[in-house]
């Protein structure tokens, strides 16, 4: 599967934004999908996850503000942001693994390029 992340860009602190997780390929149902992301000078860190059953898990930082998502029809997965605060600025990318959802960034397989999310004011 071939993933393309897109929708990111230049928002406010309290603003909203949602990025989406285009894929390519066969058998896309199957696969758990996750958002990872990385600011300047840190570690890659996971976001949140949307299982092939469309149950979800999210990291404690972003949990109650962003909602992860997927149209199985389109294949595509959403990342809805909201509430966003100067330290979710980062580079976003999505992964994609044949198994259940991991926070393990090694698990996964299948990635895209990033697409970068700037909260500033």
């Known amino acids: 599967v071939q993933l393309q992340a897109s929708g990111g860009g230049l928002v406010q602190p309290g603003g909203s934004l949602r990025l989406s997780c285009a894929a390519s390929g066969s058998k896309f149902t199957h696969y758990a999908i996750s958002w990872f992301r990385q600011a300047p000078g840190k570690e890659r860190e996971w976001v949140a996850c949307?299982?092939?059953?469309?149950?979800?898990s999210y990291a404690d930082s972003v949990k109650g503000r962003f909602t992860i998502s997927r149209d199985n029809a389109e294949m595509t997965v959403f990342l809805q942001m909201s509430s966003l605060e100067p330290e979710d600025a980062a580079d976003y990318s999505c992964?994609?693994?044949?198994?259940?959802?991991?926070?393990?960034?090694?698990?996964?397989?299948?990635w895209g390029r990033g697409t970068l999310v700037t909260v500033s004011s």
């Open positions: 992964a994609a693994d044949w198994a259940d959802c991991t926070e393990v960034a090694s698990n996964y397989v299948y």
């Open positions: 949307v299982a092939s059953d469309e149950s979800t």
